[in-house]
C-alpha cells in the first residue's frame, strides 16, 4: 500500500539517521556547556569568595542590602558565568542545526540575542559591584581628606558618584541588550537627578541644622522643598521627548513654586524680623 505514494525508503532512512545525528550532535554540544558552565561557575565562586572580593563588598551599603535581599555575591556571579556558559553552547548548537525557513530565521535571531541578554546582565551585575566597592573607597578618602564638620560633604559626593557610575553601568547595558528607545537616556537622566536632588537636600538640611539649630523646626519643611524642586527637574528630564507631557510637568512645577513662595513669605518674613532683632542688640 505505502509504495503506491511512490516512498523512497532508503533517502528516508537516510535522513532520518542524518537529523537524528544532527540533533545528537547538537544536543551533545548543549550538555558540554552545561558542564562546563558549571564548572567554571564553582571556580568563579570559589575565586570571588578567595580573592576578597566578596568581605570588601559585603562592606558596602549595595553589599548590606544585598545580603539583607539574601544574594550572595560570589554564587550570584558563578550563577551568571555558567548561564552565559550555557548560552553560548545553545548558540552553538542551533548554528550547527541549520534549521531553515521562517522558523529557522526566528530561532537564529533569538540565538544571536541571548549573549546580549546575558551579557548585559552580568555586565549590570558585576558593575555595579565593582561601582559600590569603588565609591566606598573613594568615600573614605574623600572623609579623610574633609575636616570633621565637612564629612558629610564627603559622604555626599561619595553617594552623587555611586549615582553617577550606577548610570552610567546601567546605560551601557542597555545598550549592550538593545534597549534603546526614546525615553531610556531620558529615564536614566531624570533617576540620576531626583536620587542626586535626595542626596543633596539631605546633606545640606542636615549641616544646616547641625550649624544653625535654631533652623530644625524648618528642617522638615527645607527638605521637602528641595527633594519637590529636584522631583520636578527630574519628571522634566524624562518626559523631555514628550512635549505634551512635559507641558503638564512644567504647569504642574510653576504651580508648585507658586504655593511654595506664598508658604514660605511667612517664615522669610519672621526669619528677617528676627535677624533685624539680634542685630540691634
Not at 573613594?138 to 564629612?151: M, R, Y
Not at 552623587?160 to 528607545?181: H, K, N, W
Amino acid at each position: 500500500m505505502l509504495l503506491q505514494f511512490g516512498i523512497d525508503w532508503n533517502q528516508l532512512l537516510q535522513n532520518a539517521i542524518y537529523y537524528g545525528v544532527q540533533a545528537l550532535i547538537a544536543i551533545g554540544i548543549i550538555v558540554i556547556a552545561w558542564v562546563v558552565g558549571i564548572i567554571l561557575g564553582k571556580a568563579v565562586n570559589r575565586l570571588v569568595e578567595r580573592t576578597g572580593l566578596e568581605k570588601a563588598f559585603d562592606k558596602t551599603d549595595v553589599g548590606k542590602a544585598f545580603r539583607a535581599a539574601g544574594v550572595d555575591l560570589s554564587n550570584l556571579v558563578g550563577m551568571l558565568v555558567t548561564a552565559f556558559v550555557i548560552v553560548i553552547g545553545i548558540v552553538i548548537a542551533l548554528d550547527y542545526l541549520k534549521i531553515g525557513g521562517e522558523a529557522g530565521r526566528i530561532v537564529a535571531d533569538v540565538a544571536r540575542y541571548l549573549p546580549r541578554l546575558i551579557g548585559g546582565i552580568i555586565l549590570l551585575s558585576v558593575g555595579i559591584i565593582l561601582v559600590a566597592i569603588l565609591t566606598d573607597y573613594i568615600g573614605k578618602l574623600l572623609t579623610g581628606l574633609f575636616p570633621q564638620q565637612f564629612v558629610e560633604i564627603g559622604e555626599m559626593l561619595r553617594n552623587l558618584l555611586l549615582i553617577g557610575l550606577v548610570a552610567l553601568i546601567v546605560s551601557i547595558a542597555l545598550d549592550l541588550m538593545l534597549f534603546t528607545g526614546p525615553l531610556v537616556y531620558p529615564l536614566i537622566l531624570g533617576t540620576v537627578i531626583i536620587g542626586a536632588g535626595i542626596f543633596i537636600g539631605h546633606t545640606i538640611v542636615r549641616n544646616i541644622v547641625e550649624d544653625h539649630p535654631e533652623f530644625a523646626g524648618v528642617a522638615p519643611y527645607a527638605k521637602f522643598l528641595v527633594y519637590l524642586v529636584f522631583l520636578m527637574v527630574g519628571l522634566g528630564a524624562i518626559f523631555a521627548e514628550f512635549p505634551q507631557t512635559a507641558h503638564v510637568v512644567q504647569n504642574v512645577a510653576w504651580g508648585v513654586a507658586i504655593a511654595v513662595g506664598i508658604l514660605l513669605a511667612p517664615v522669610i518674613y519672621t526669619l528677617a524680623k528676627r535677624m533685624v532683632e539680634e542685630a540691634k542688640k
